[in-house]
T-cell receptor, first 116, second 114 residues
């Protein structure tokens, strides 16, 4: 069965530093897709970045990048030069075909606080 | 810019009442979803609806039922609410049901059951 696990409940960093958020997943499929979303204090959930399982290169978008370690079933999110407005809850998510319908399954989230 | 619209933003009701939440997307997407987010921020898929085909999460109680008039609208009805239904209900859409498509979320409807 699909499963996405985020073990870090919360992280605090000082602004302008780099932070890494961990995520591990379980799937029986050879093809799957991994996502990171951000939920702001207002409750809005926005897509940040995606990694396709068949791609070896780590995805990068702006100051977000991924550390994809397929043998470890791990997809870490790296935020460089953090800003106060990066404070939010970050969700890791996965889609595979094991449920038969490509449902997007979320991890439990990591609360990031960026301090001045 | 919001393109998935949910109403109402908040709803307070009593146990046993019926409630309905509306969701509309203006992105021209084929697929829509309902997620439930509990007080611990856990996000659970409830339903997805793709081109008139409803995909139900089997763990969802029968008192929940999605309703779709067209691919731009996916409403959620809860018949006879229970205290454990208190949560934020998030509507989302994606271009298609294809695996790598990102989801666009609405701002959510917060339900409080007294």
């Amino acid at each position: 069965a699909q499963k996405v696990t985020q073990t870090q409940t919360s992280i605090s960093v000082v602004e302008k530093t780099t932070v890494t958020m961990d995520c591990v997943y379980e799937t029986r499929d050879s093809s799957y897709f991994l996502f990171w979303y951000k939920q702001t204090a207002s409750g809005e959930i926005v897509f940040l970045i995606r990694q396709d399982s068949y791609k070896k290169e780590n995805a990068t978008v702006g100051h977000y990048s991924l550390n994809f370690q397929k043998p470890k079933s791990s997809i870490g999110l790296i935020i460089t030069a953090t800003q106060i407005e990066d404070s939010a809850v970050y969700f890791c998510a996965m889609r595979d075909a094991s449920s038969g319908s490509w449902q997007l399954i979320f991890g439990s989230g990591t609360q990031l606080t960026v301090m001045p | 810019e919001t393109a998935v619209f949910q109403t109402p933003n908040y709803h307070v009701t009593q146990v046993g009442n019926e409630v309905s939440f509306n969701c509309k997307q203006t992105l021209g997407h084929d697929t829509m979803y309902w997620y439930k987010q509990d007080s611990k921020k856990l996000l659970k898929i409830m339903f997805s609806y793709n081109n008139k085909q409803l995909i139900v999460n089997e763990t969802v109680p029968r008192r929940f039922s999605p309703q779709s008039s067209d691919k731009a609208h996916l409403n959620l009805r809860i018949k006879s609410v229970e205290p454990e239904d208190s949560a934020v209900y998030l509507c989302a859409s994606s271009l298609t049901a294809i695996s790598n498509e990102r989801l666009f979320f609405g701002h959510g409807t917060k339900l409080s059951v007294l």
